[in-house]
């Protein structure tokens, strides 16, 4: 039997190898006929990660891939492995597909799903924690456009309640006037809106030059919200393990 503690308030998760009666209050228990690679601390990143992507939305599963990918917690190699490994885990079909829309660049979950919101609604894909150079100073802005000069920049509570966090931002903005860099202020209150977001985004780029089809927030867009095992077809291979 394997734990894992989610968090000081939730509850554990066990997961059991074949057949197991028990009924533990605050205990989850997830039974399967082979139990998932472990490591000195439990369960491994990469294992947690196919099990959470058979829980979560779309987006949310991204933006976590993303977070382990730059954090190098997992790499593209070993989940890709596991899951071709045990492609009857709950969570194996629905990494195998997301893994083409993890980027390691992203330095953050908002940053992630805002990058996510963009390529699902058929915009053109920003470069994520990109070096922008600017009067021989070096910035690196969250999601970048290097062909339209254009930037999108989440603005998290940190950037208001960290002094120094704040007056950088101040600083590079002021860098990006003085060079005719259009940026977007992507703030929190704005991705809880994401077709609002995607929209100002969209306008950024056609005053840079965009020329491309508008957002489409038609199915591919809706799929971004949907719970990632609705979005993706199960086979059911056999479970026997020898």
Not at 23 to 39: C, K, Y
Not at 105 to 118: D, F, N, Q, T, Y
Not at 122 to 146: F, Q
């Amino acid at each position: 039997m394997l734990g894992l503690e989610l968090g000081a308030s939730a509850p554990l998760r066990f997961v059991v190898q074949g057949d197991l009666h028990l009924a533990l209050n605050g205990v989850f228990l997830h039974r399967t006929v082979m139990l998932p690679p472990i490591d000195d601390a439990g369960v491994t990143p990469a294992a947690a990660f196919v099990a959470y992507a058979h829980r979560a939305t779309t987006l949310d599963v991204i933006a976590v891939g993303d977070w382990l990918i730059h954090r190098r917690y997992v790499d593209v190699d070993e989940l890709r492995s596991l899951v071709l490994a045990q492609d009857w885990r709950d969570g194996a079909a629905e990494t195998a597909w997301v893994l083409e829309h993890l980027v390691p660049g992203a330095r953050s979950l908002p940053e992630s799903k805002v990058r996510a919101m963009i390529a699902f609604a058929g915009l053109p894909s920003p470069a994520p924690n990109a070096a922008i150079e600017l009067d021989e100073v070096t910035v690196h802005g969250d999601l970048w456009y290097p062909a339209y000069a254009c930037a999108v920049e989440y603005e998290g509570e940190q950037h208001q309640l960290d002094r120094g966090q704040y007056v950088a931002d101040i600083d590079r903005y002021a860098l990006y006037r003085r060079h005719n860099v259009r940026y977007v202020q992507a703030t929190k209150e704005l991705v809880r809106q994401p077709r609002a977001l995607v929209r100002r985004i969209h306008d950024c780029l056609v005053e840079c030059g965009y020329d491309g089809p508008p957002p489409d927030f038609g199915p591919t867009w809706d799929r971004l919200f949907a719970r990632l095992a609705h979005v993706v077809p199960r086979r059911r291979p056999n479970r026997s393990v020898s």
